[in-house]
């Protein structure tokens, strides 16, 4: 059966001006806001004309040895995204907003969040010509339930069941009627065929599970590349979220072993597209020969999404950490400043929000409708986390000259407040313990960012170091929490919700392999998080969302870095977009190939 995108309705999933009698089936799904383009024939940042070929040639770093990121094992080689449909796919300029992908209807009722039913297309179809039923639904749900990474089993706590209804049918239980952003967080996941599952699913091989995508693993270079082929029999192209979409016959991810040497690639043509993340490398690395040639393009995308959290998360499970004014006294401490200007190019912006750069952080002091909210939480939090709330939050400033000593004298204050003293020009906690920080990275770019920072803390009297370790090593220790500090980043949507849970709830803190770096405790934060999975409307995200973001940062759970409200790219020109790019993410999926530029590209590089 043909999907029929022109009869595609746009339906709000949890409207509360009307009462429905019955369920209802549904083509498109929004959590508390309205889809915009359920009528469509594409969606309007893909070009349904754009010519299909040529190669998407990228970067990535380390290295790898599994072809499947799912399991609690291995580290996973870069794009397996492309092998795997989901039920349903996302709106790259809509909140939480899903189209058809291999369900092409959704049956539901709006006033009983604690069942969904998910129609499987009956034309979708996996690599090797067998269709995709509702078996293999079940068959990935249930193993990523019991053997997928913690922070995925996490994400998936509310669902109680998988429910086979029949070959096209299958109906998701939950654990509850009060989370109704779990009826599309089921859709967002990628589905493998039930015999691959069952066979290789805690396999370490670099041969992926069975999948239904794009495109199929092609040449795999171990410890040097991966690429990926467009399956030209790819069942789902006439879907209307696909329109336009995957116009590359070949997509290919190049290792390197630090971004500098990637840098260099770059430069020679060995891959095409970058994401430049570095500021100093945005001014100053972008004048060698085919840039003055024109051949190459630096775009700044711009973006309605929260800038990720890049941050020092301590470790509260260390005892160190335990008193928040520790953790005051290690913020104090971070010259955002100095590097900025010496480092950055003051490219950058201080983050003071989780959700920094969109409409759901906080800012000013708390409205009537968040002082509602945090009211009957407040006997909850430390008089610091309480003054912290109810006021406008600030991170301490510099001149950026070098001397940070008023920020240093008010760490100190802190610290002697939180029983720490001195002796021999030494820092110890109140317990006689030398206060100690190991800050863990695994990449020796950081030193640069970390060094001055480490130089604060050993004025204060810390015995402060840098660890190194490998890419394997590194995810590991983040896997068991085995660190002091380190540096992480925590990416957010524009519709937050059950993932807040595995990333700042209790229960993770305790789940070796969940996102909950800093281990954060708190009563609060908990019930905030659960009313945000409850939310009946926009509005109430928004609310909870910017009470979450209060209480946050209020804890003083990680140091927060420097981010920027855009996306730097630079690519060889031979890629294109169209002009009304979409504004939540940059997905170059959407991109295609000029091929009489490409030609005159590789002319120039052989």
């Known amino acids: 059966m043909r999907l029929k995108v022109g009869a595609l309705i746009g339906v709000l999933l949890v409207p509360t001006q009307f009462l429905y009698a019955k369920p209802i089936t549904v083509t498109t799904l929004a959590h508390n806001s309205e889809a915009k383009y359920g009528a469509a024939t594409h969606l309007?940042?893909?070009?349904?004309?754009?010519?299909?070929?040529?190669?998407?040639?990228?970067?990535?770093?380390?290295?790898?040895?599994?072809?499947?990121?799912?399991?609690?094992?291995?580290?996973?080689?870069?794009?397996?995204?492309?092998?795997y449909d989901t039920l349903m796919t996302g709106s790259l300029d809509e909140s939480f907003v899903m189209?058809?992908?291999?369900?092409?209807?959704?049956?539901?009722?709006?006033?009983?969040?604690?069942?969904?039913?998910?129609?499987?297309?009956?034309?979708?179809?996996?690599?090797?010509?067998?269709?995709?039923?509702?078996?293999?639904?079940?068959?990935?749900?249930?193993?990523?339930?019991?053997?997928?990474?913690?922070?995925?089993?996490?994400?998936?706590?509310?669902?109680?069941?998988?429910?086979?209804?029949?070959?096209?049918?299958?109906?998701?239980?939950?654990?509850?009627?009060?989370?109704?952003?779990?009826?599309?967080?089921?859709?967002?996941?990628?589905?493998?065929?039930?015999?691959?599952?069952?066979?290789?699913?805690?396999?370490?091989?670099?041969?992926?599970?069975?999948?239904?995508?794009?495109?199929?693993?092609?040449?795999?270079?171990?410890?040097?590349?991966?690429?990926?082929?467009?399956?030209?029999?790819?069942?789902?192209?006439?879907?209307?979220?696909?329109?336009?979409?995957?116009?590359?016959?070949?997509?290919?991810?190049?290792?390197?072993?630090?971004?500098?040497?990637?840098?260099e690639g770059f430069k020679v043509g060995q891959y095409q597209f970058r994401q430049e993340n570095t500021a100093r490398n945005w001014v100053t690395a972008y004048n060698f020969p085919a840039v003055k040639q024109g051949l190459i393009v630096k775009e700044e995308i711009d973006s309605t999404m929260p800038v990720a959290m890049q941050a020092f998360a301590m470790n509260l499970r260390r005892p160190l950490f335990a008193d928040i004014r520790v953790r005051q006294a290690l913020t104090e401490a971070f010259d955002f400043e100095l590097l900025n200007k010496t480092l950055f190019y003051n490219q950058y912006e201080r983050l003071t929000s989780f959700f920094h750069?969109?409409?759901?952080?906080?800012?000013?002091?708390?409205?009537?409708?968040?002082?509602?909210?945090?009211?009957?939480?407040?006997?909850?939090?430390?008089?610091?986390?309480?003054?912290?709330?109810?006021?406008?939050?600030?991170?301490?400033?510099?001149?950026?000259?070098?001397?940070?000593?008023?920020?240093?004298?008010?760490?100190?204050k802190l610290l002697l407040a939180a029983g720490f003293y001195y002796q021999d020009m030494q820092l110890y906690q109140p317990n006689g313990k030398s206060a100690q920080i190991e800050i863990l990275i695994n990449d020796e770019r950081l030193s640069r960012l970390l060094l001055p920072y480490i130089r604060n803390l050993k004025r204060l009297g810390f015995d402060a170091s840098i660890r190194l370790v490998d890419h394997a090593q590194y995810i590991e220790r983040l896997r068991n929490f085995d660190y002091d500090m380190v540096m992480?980043?925590?990416?957010?949507?524009?519709?937050?919700?059950?993932?807040?849970?595995?990333?700042?709830?209790?229960?993770?803190?305790?789940?070796?392999?969940?996102?909950?770096?800093?281990?954060?405790?708190?009563?609060?934060?908990?019930?905030?998080?659960?009313?945000?999975?409850?939310?009946?409307?926009?509005?109430?995200?928004?609310?909870?969302?910017?009470?979450?973001?209060?209480?946050?940062?209020?804890?003083?759970?990680?140091v927060p870095l420097y981010g920027k409200s855009s996306t730097n790219v630079v690519y060889w020109d031979k890629y294109r977009h169209v002009d009304n790019a979409a504004t939540n993410t940059l997905d170059i999926n959407y991109w295609w190939v000029d091929k009489q530029a490409e030609a005159k590209i590789d002319a120039y590089l052989h």
């Open 44 to 83: 309007p940042y893909a070009n349904p004309d754009a010519p299909k070929g040529g190669t998407l040639s990228l970067s990535a770093q380390g290295a790898f040895n599994s072809a499947n990121p799912w399991m609690t094992t291995g580290v996973a080689m870069r794009g397996t995204d492309y092998l």
């Open 99 to 263: 189209y058809p992908q291999l369900a092409d209807k959704v049956t539901y009722d709006p006033d009983d969040a604690s069942w969904v039913i998910y129609h499987v297309n009956p034309d979708a179809r996996f690599w090797d010509g067998t269709p995709v039923t509702s078996n293999d639904v079940k068959a990935t749900f249930d193993a990523l339930l019991t053997k997928g990474l913690m922070q995925m089993r996490s994400y998936l706590a509310d669902v109680k069941q998988v429910e086979v209804l029949d070959k096209q049918r299958v109906k998701f239980h939950f654990v509850s009627g009060d989370n109704k952003e779990i009826l599309l967080t089921v859709g967002q996941f990628p589905i493998f065929a039930k015999a691959s599952v069952d066979a290789d699913f805690e396999t370490l091989s670099l041969k992926p599970l069975v999948g239904s995508g794009p495109y199929k693993l092609g040449a795999v270079d171990e410890g040097r590349s991966v690429t990926y082929q467009r399956d030209p029999n790819y069942w789902g192209q006439k879907v209307m979220a696909n329109q336009g979409r995957f116009n590359f016959d070949t997509v290919k991810y190049v290792y390197y072993g630090s971004d500098d040497i990637a840098l």
């Open 357 to 412: 750069g969109s409409e759901l952080a906080a800012t000013g002091t708390p409205s009537p409708q968040e002082l509602a909210v945090l009211q009957p939480l407040l006997p909850t939090l430390s008089p610091t986390e309480k003054q912290a709330v109810l006021t406008e939050w600030q991170l301490p400033q510099s001149d950026g000259q070098g001397y940070h000593r008023a920020a240093l004298l008010r760490a100190r």
């Open 488 to 558: 992480s980043n925590f990416y957010q949507s524009l519709s937050p919700g059950a993932e807040q849970a595995y990333m700042w709830g209790s229960a993770a803190a305790d789940e070796p392999g969940n996102n909950n770096y800093a281990g954060i405790k708190s009563k609060a934060i908990d019930t905030v998080i659960a009313k945000l999975m409850q939310a009946k409307s926009r509005q109430d995200i928004l609310l909870y969302t910017k009470v979450l973001d209060r209480l946050l940062r209020a804890g003083y759970y990680m």
